[in-house]
T-cell receptor, first 114, second 116 residues
Framework: KQEVTQIPAALSVPEGENLVLNCSFT??????LQWFRQDPGKGLTSLLL?????REQTSGRLNASLDKSSGRSTLYIAASQPGDSATYLC?????????????FGQGTTLQVKP | DVKVTQSSRYLVKRTGEKVFLECVQD?????MFWYRQDPGLGLRLIYF???????EKGDIPEGYSVSREKKERFSLILESASTNQTSMYLC???????????????FGDGTRLSIL
C-alpha cells in the first residue's frame, strides 16, 4: 500500500532563508508527484507537478525534484518570505497511468518570521 | 483561472440527518473529486467521477454517496450523518486524463461540517 510521509511536520525559519521540504513515498510505481500549498481554512493550491519521467520542475522561487528509485521528492524554496507561511502538501498519483487518485502526505507547516 | 465553488463554508447538522454538499466548477472539467481532511489523517479520497453519471469509490466511501447529473456539478451525500463524519470536506476538479497531459487538480475552499 502506497504511503506518503512528510518530514518535518512543522518548520520555522527567519525571512530570507533557503529551505527544503521533504516528501517520501513507499512505492516507486507513481504516475506523477504534486506539491500543493494550503493556507489556513482554505483549499489547496497546486504549486508544481512532476511527471514520473521528469527529475525536477521549477516555478519562480520554487524547485521540486523527484527521485523515483529512492522514493523521495524535495521542495526547495529560495529566499523565503513571510507570505510563504502555509502548509505544504505533497501527493502522488499512484500507478502506471492516469487514475486521478492522489495519496497525500500529512503536510509540513511552514512559518517564515519577518 | 479555474474556479471550484463549494456551496457552504460552514455547516452544522444533526446526527441522522441527510446532508448534501454541493460543488460546482466553471472550467468544463471532466473529472471531479471529493476528499475529507482530518488532523493526523490528512486528505483522503471519498469518491470521484470522470464523467456525467459516472462515479468511482475512493479510499473511504462508506457512509457517503455522490451524484453527478451535470458536468459542472458534483454532490456529496451523507445518507445518515454521524458524528465521525465531522470533518473538512474538499472538492476538486481536473481535465480529462490525457487530453492536456498531466494536469493538477484544482480545489475549492472546503466545507467545514460539524455533526452534533
Amino acid at each position: 500500500k502506497q504511503e506518503v510521509t512528510q518530514i518535518p511536520a512543522a518548520l520555522s525559519v527567519p525571512e530570507g532563508e533557503n529551505l527544503v521540504l521533504n516528501c517520501s513515498f513507499t512505492d516507486s510505481a507513481i504516475y506523477n508527484l504534486q506539491w500543493f500549498r494550503q493556507d489556513p481554512g482554505k483549499g489547496l493550491t497546486s504549486l508544481l507537478l512532476i511527471q514520473s519521467s521528469q527529475r525536477e520542475q521549477t516555478s519562480g522561487r520554487l524547485n521540486a525534484s523527484l527521485d523515483k528509485s529512492s522514493g523521495r521528492s524535495t521542495l526547495y524554496i529560495a529566499a523565503s518570505q513571510p507570505g510563504d507561511s502555509a502548509t505544504y502538501l505533497c501527493a502522488v498519483e499512484h500507478g502506471s497511468g492516469n487514475t486521478g487518485k492522489l495519496i497525500f502526505g500529512q503536510g509540513t507547516t511552514l512559518q517564515v518570521k519577518p | 483561472d479555474v474556479k471550484v465553488t463549494q456551496s457552504s463554508r460552514y455547516l452544522v447538522k444533526r446526527t441522522g440527518e441527510k446532508v448534501f454538499l454541493e460543488c460546482v466548477q466553471d472550467m468544463d472539467h471532466e473529472n471531479m473529486f471529493w476528499y475529507r481532511q482530518d488532523p493526523g489523517l490528512g486528505l483522503r479520497l471519498i469518491y470521484f467521477s470522470y464523467d456525467v453519471k459516472m462515479k468511482e469509490k475512493g479510499d473511504i466511501p462508506e457512509g457517503y454517496s455522490v451524484s453527478r447529473e451535470k458536468k459542472e456539478r458534483f454532490s456529496l451525500i451523507l445518507e445518515s450523518a454521524s458524528t465521525n463524519q465531522t470533518s473538512m470536506y474538499l472538492c476538486a476538479s481536473s481535465p480529462q486524463w490525457g487530453a492536456q497531459g498531466n494536469q493538477p487538480q484544482h480545489f475549492g475552499d472546503g466545507t467545514r461540517l460539524s455533526i452534533l
